[in-house]
Structure formats: structure tokens, C-alpha cells
């Protein structure tokens, strides 16, 4: 269930909109640690919490991962749009921070979430549903012995 109270009130305005003077800039112990790219980006898996679903994938800048970090929503940086984003501001999807954490070199995090409705802009609960690919699967070797 998400939290009765949100961290940060809801509001109309889109994200991108809202003024963010006076708020603090992401911890400098983490911005150091982040790997980006040549755009300023880490890649964000975005995974349910119970259920470990992977969701959907999206971007961070720091700007974006210090407002997930404060506000108990994921807040996306859009490559196309070139603007922030909070996931469920227009759709009622909403996903509510359970974790971040960033991997072992730096470049990718992973948001756990209570994901509210569909993850996927297309309607369906994750992006990867019934877009499988055809692959040849494997069987890890028993060891010998066994």
C-alpha cells in the first residue's frame, strides 16, 4: 500500500515546472559515486518490491535521483522531452519508493517500488510484457559428481 501521506503533497503543476530553490542538491558522496554518461545520465531499473518484477527502465540525472530520494516517488529525467518527469503525474500509475541503490561501478540504480496500475505507458503492468524475444536457453551444468 502506499503511504497515506505522501512525502510531498501532490500538486498540478508538472514537475518540471515546479521551482526547486532552497531545496538541497544530492548528497555529494553520492553524486560522486554516480557513473553518467556523456548526457549526465545513469540508467534506472525500476523493479516491484514483493513480487521482484522488473517494471520499466528509465533515466536519472542527479536532479531526478535527489527528487526520488526526498519525495517517495520516482522522478525520471525524459531523453525525448528533455525534461523531468514523475511517474504517475498524468496517469495515475504512480510508483512509490520502497529503495535506491546503485550498483557496483556506479552507472545503473535500482528502484524498488509499490507500483500503483500499469508500469508501462502502453498499458501493461511491466514493458516487457509479451515482448519476449526468441532465444536459446540453457541449463546450468551439474557439476561433476553429482
Same mark, same amino acid.
Given at each position: 500500500m502506499p503511504p497515506s501521506t505522501p512525502a510531498q503533497p501532490e500538486?498540478?503543476?508538472?514537475? &518540471?515546472q515546479r521551482p526547486d530553490e532552497g531545496r538541497p /542538491?544530492?548528497?555529494p558522496a553520492i553524486a560522486d559515486a554516480l557513473k553518467k554518461d556523456a548526457a549526465g545520465l545513469v540508467a534506472a531499473i525500476v523493479q516491484q518490491y514483493d513480487t521482484l518484477e522488473v517494471l520499466m527502465l528509465g533515466w536519472m540525472d542527479e536532479?531526478?535521483? @535527489?527528487? *526520488?530520494?526526498?519525495?517517495g516517488r520516482v522522478t525520471f529525467y525524459s531523453r525525448s522531452r528533455a525534461e523531468y518527469w514523475?511517474? $504517475?503525474d498524468t496517469s $495515475?500509475?504512480?510508483q512509490?519508493?520502497? $529503495?535506491? /541503490?546503485l550498483d557496483c561501478d556506479g552507472d545503473a540504480l535500482l528502484v524498488t517500488v509499490d507500483q500503483e496500475g500499469a508500469a508501462c505507458h502502453t498499458g *501493461?503492468?511491466?514493458?516487457?510484457? $509479451?515482448? &519476449?524475444?526468441? &532465444?536459446? *536457453? /540453457?541449463? @546450468?551444468?551439474h557439476p561433476e559428481g553429482s
Open positions: 500538486s498540478d503543476t508538472p514537475v &518540471a /542538491a544530492l548528497d536532479e531526478a535521483l @535527489r527528487r *526520488t530520494l526526498s519525495s514523475r511517474k $504517475g $495515475g500509475h504512480r512509490w519508493v520502497r $529503495g535506491v /541503490a *501493461t503492468r511491466t514493458c516487457f510484457d $509479451g515482448r &519476449a524475444l526468441p &532465444a536459446v *536457453t /540453457a541449463d @546450468r551444468p
